[in-house]
């Protein structure tokens, strides 16, 4: 099975109330911590409304995040295209690109608020096939084509060339989709990867087994190939050592981000006040848009999304704040310590080899003992060392088991039954001298043990 990337989707959702110099900051260290725990990829959005969603420009935040990252992929997640000239989009996306060294994913899409489109004096009837359009000049831009003019409705292009292309050879992109069919055909059009940003719903977990149909159908239809490796699927989860502990962490969190921005600020459909934040998390949890649990609960709930959509290439955490700044960073880093091998089964050698020694433990050890035992018969001084060493273990509170800092003594000698047992008389007796060529020093004499110079 091929090893699956993982990510997260910052858009953010912030609760208005708190400095908005240090949540752009602490949106920064996320992104660091998230590339020294070895995340793949990073996908900021752009929003002008809502107060909580407060980033404004994802090329310009990426430019930032790229100066504290090293290697981890930063991907917009999205630019709205209908709000800006293409021409300008595909300047800004080779720059970032250069600037970050070639780690930049293009992802795109309508516009997620009305309040938005309301304020840019646009139509939401038109934002999707704007996007359509927009995307038709971009990747012709990106792919370097000659000189070329453009006109339409909402935009013009005058012998538009880009004068820099992009530090990658082929800029990886990616098409927002939600519940419609229209993000997923929009990739299976232009060949390119998918969003899945409405999976952090029931609605949008149930609508995702037929969602990449749409894109295998649209690609088809217009000579392009799609592969699930490059799909990416939005999931919701909050992590600790014990489910009752993340609940904890997570549940009053949950219930702010539900209740004011979801229901209050927003008005999604379907999405009602809920007063107990005991009972929210269950109806979270239990319709399966997110996961407050365990490293475990979230590997079973991974496998069991790929089943259920036949197989995708990235997981994207959706980033929140329903916990402290400090736990959620531990829970990430739970995630990629815990939830990442077992998925990828980055430790099966591991654990088939410990497995082994288990299994083999009775010959291994016996053999090693006797051999143990054999090398300390062979020296009188180590055969009575250890003679007074069982000696002590025999007498102890937990004489014949092992405890820490006792080696293989007691083994070796039941594996070597026919090696001669020393004796404390054998541990007193001075171990034989060779002659010395110089006169003993005094000083030396007078250090030794009363016992050795009485035998001198």
């Known amino acids: 099975m091929a090893r699956m990337k993982f990510g997260t989707f910052l ?3 912030h609760p208005v109330g708190e ?13 660091a911590h998230l590339d020294r725990l070895g995340f793949d990829e990073f996908w900021v959005g752009e929003h002008h409304s809502s107060g909580w969603e407060m980033i404004a420009s994802p090329e310009m935040f990426l430019a930032a995040a790229g100066q504290v990252t090293h290697t981890i992929r930063l991907g917009t997640g999205v630019i709205s295209l209908p709000y800006h000239h293409p021409f300008n989009v595909a300047q800004r996306l080779v720059q970032l690109d250069h600037m970050t060294r070639g780690r930049v994913i293009f992802g795109s899409g309508p ?13 939401p009837m038109v934002q999707r096939d704007r996007q359509d359009e927009a995307l038709s000049v971009i990747t012709r831009l990106l792919r370097g084509e000659p000189r070329f003019s453009y006109e339409c409705e909402w935009f013009k292009l005058r012998d538009a060339e880009l004068q820099l292309l992009p530090v990658q050879e082929e800029m990886e992109m990616a098409a927002a989709s939600s519940i419609s069919p229209s993000g997923m055909t929009l990739a299976g059009k232009y060949g390119m990867g998918a969003l899945s940003i409405a999976s952090t719903s ?18 088809a239809k217009h000579g392009k190939t799609v592969d699930r490796k490059n799909w990416r699927v939005l999931m919701m989860f909050h992590l600790a050592e014990t ?20 229901v209050h600020v927003l ?15 269950e109806q979270t949890v239990a319709g399966g848009a997110a996961v407050v649990g365990t490293p475990d609960d979230m590997v079973k ?7 259920v959509t036949g197989g995708f290439g990235t997981v994207l955490g959706f980033a929140h704040d329903w916990a402290s700044r400090e736990n ?24 088939a080899s410990a497995d082994y020694l288990a299994a083999n433990k009775a010959e291994l050890m016996g053999g090693a003992g006797a051999a143990i035992a054999a090398k300390i018969q062979e020296n009188a001084r180590a055969a009575a060392a250890m003679a007074v060493t069982l000696q002590q273990q025999a007498s102890a509170p937990q004489a014949g088991g092992w405890r820490p800092g006792v080696g293989a003594g007691t083994s070796a000698e039941a594996e070597a039954p026919k090696a001669k047992k020393a004796t404390k008389k054998d541990a007193e007796k001075p171990a034989a001298r060779k002659p010395e060529a110089k006169k003993p020093d005094t000083k030396k004499k007078l250090a030794a043990p009363k016992k050795a110079r009485a035998a001198e």
């Open 11 to 13: 858009a953010p959702h």
């Open 19 to 31: 400095h908005p110099t240090l949540q752009f900051q602490t949106d920064l260290d996320f992104a």
């Open 111 to 123: 516009g997620a608020l009305p309040s938005d489109a309301r304020v840019l004096g646009i139509n």
């Open 202 to 219: 029931s609605e949008g977990l149930q609508a995702l087994p037929t969602q990449w149909s749409f894109a295998e159908e649209a690609a």
């Open 243 to 262: 489910r009752q502990q993340a609940e904890a962490e997570a549940m009053l969190g949950l219930q702010k981000w539900h209740n004011i921005y979801n």
């Open 267 to 281: 008005g999604r459909p379907g999405a009602l006040h809920v007063d107990d934040p005991r009972e929210l998390l």
């Open 301 to 307: 709930a991974i496998l069991r999304l790929q089943e």
């Open 328 to 351: 959620t960073f531990r829970s990430w880093d739970m995630f990629a310590r815990y939830v990442i091998p077992e998925v990828n089964r980055l430790t099966v050698r591991q654990k």
